[in-house]
């Protein structure tokens, strides 16, 4: 039979293991809210800002190429991985790493060069120990995630997408779904496509180009353009730290969840060990009293 | 006329306008009812607004982009 004491700090050790995964879970899932509610927020700004990119491909042509938009013959290509600081959140770690491993070596077999742009610390840790080429780091970003500080970031990949020639930027991150799925995608988001699905579609329709609307254009519809591509590229960046950062809130709330409760399991079982202990004591102890006064007589 | 104003964080207004004064990166310029479909980008500054029950107040935005159509005023700002 179990020693009693052993039971009794095993289950207050339990008990308090218990205490701070129920915190984490709630933490989790007040910070989910907030990112639910900032992707909500995004979306609706998302959608506007392509209905007058839409708008604006019906009036002027978008033929002029943008640098952002454009090609650039390289043989060198730069992917983003979006992982988290802290560990407690599932797999939502493995399965990143996992795609973007694959991802890198799709890359490589088109004869790329790679370059790793990290967020977050365990990828960080991963790919550095297997010597990838890790051009920059960032672990701060995540748990400041406003629009502020993302157009950094998106200004920082704009600036090495064109000055150092990659070929392309794709990221690798978490697409949140719900508190509960979230998904490994890998995504290219430089160069933007941004006018492509319009041209298909001009063609199609162009006979009618004649009954749209025609825009008046202030100042200049070059102007516009310059200002709506790397908007919608901010917007990209954006909501990629955002789907990474709600993602792991929920895989965190999920993963703590499931920890309270085995937990509480745990502290049942052991309660129940505990007190088959106490009562099979105190039955020992009745038989030796009794068995003592039977002596006596 | 139904004005909405949008940054990526959050829905700033929304409701019903009857004029609209914006910064324009080419000078400030008013909209009124049945304005022509435009699209114009703004700077930061104020923006003035007349509600639909005729109280005039200010809002301040960065630089974004507007646009109108049919009655229809959005404005994007960072």
Request: with cysteine.
């Amino acid at each position: 039979m179990a020693n009693l004491r052993e039971v009794r700090t095993r289950i207050a050790s339990v008990k308090s293991t218990r205490q701070i995964t129920s915190a984490m879970k709630m933490v989790s899932a007040s910070k989910l809210r907030k990112g639910q509610n900032a992707i909500e927020s995004l979306r609706y700004y998302a959608d506007h800002l392509k209905d007058i990119k839409n708008e604006l491909s019906k009036t002027v042509s978008l033929k002029q190429g943008h640098e952002l938009t454009t090609m650039i013959e390289s043989k060198k290509a730069l992917v983003v991985i979006c992982s988290s600081n802290k560990g407690l959140c599932g797999p939502y770690n493995t399965y990143i790493i996992k795609k973007a491993k694959s991802y890198i070596n799709w890359l490589e077999e088109q004869k790329l060069e790679v370059s790793l742009y990290i967020i977050g610390k365990k990828a960080n840790d991963f790919f550095k120990k297997h010597q990838y080429e890790i051009i920059h780091f960032d672990q701060n970003i995540l748990e400041k995630a406003n629009f502020e500080n993302s157009k950094e970031v998106a200004e920082h990949l704009k600036t090495l997408f064109l000055e150092q020639e990659f070929a392309r930027v794709d990221a690798v991150y978490n697409k949140f779904k719900n508190a509960v799925v979230h998904e490994p995608i890998a995504k290219k988001i430089l160069p933007i496509d941004i006018f492509n699905e319009e041209k298909a579609r001009d063609e199609q329709n162009s006979f009618d180009e004649e009954e749209h609307l025609k825009h008046i254009l202030e100042p200049s519809q070059e102007k516009i353009v310059n200002y709506i591509v790397p908007k919608v590229f901010d917007v990209e960046v954006y909501r990629i730290l955002l789907d990474s950062y709600t993602s792991e809130q929920g895989a965190r709330m999920t993963a703590m969840h499931q920890a309270t409760e085995n937990a509480s399991e745990l502290i049942k079982d052991l309660t129940l060990t505990y007190n088959k202990a106490r009562q099979a004591a105190i039955t020992r102890e009745l038989v030796e009293i009794v068995s003592g006064a039977e002596a006596l007589k | 006329m139904f004005l909405e104003v949008i940054s990526p964080e959050k829905t700033i207004y929304s409701g019903e306008v009857v004029l609209v004064q914006l910064p324009g990166v080419m000078g400030s310029f008013e909209i009124l009812k049945n304005h022509a479909p435009l699209m114009a980008l703004i700077e930061e500054g104020k923006m003035k607004i007349i509600d639909g029950n005729r109280k005039m107040f200010h809002l301040d935005v960065n630089d974004g982009i507007v646009e109108v159509k049919d009655n229809q005023i959005r404005v994007l700002i960072s």
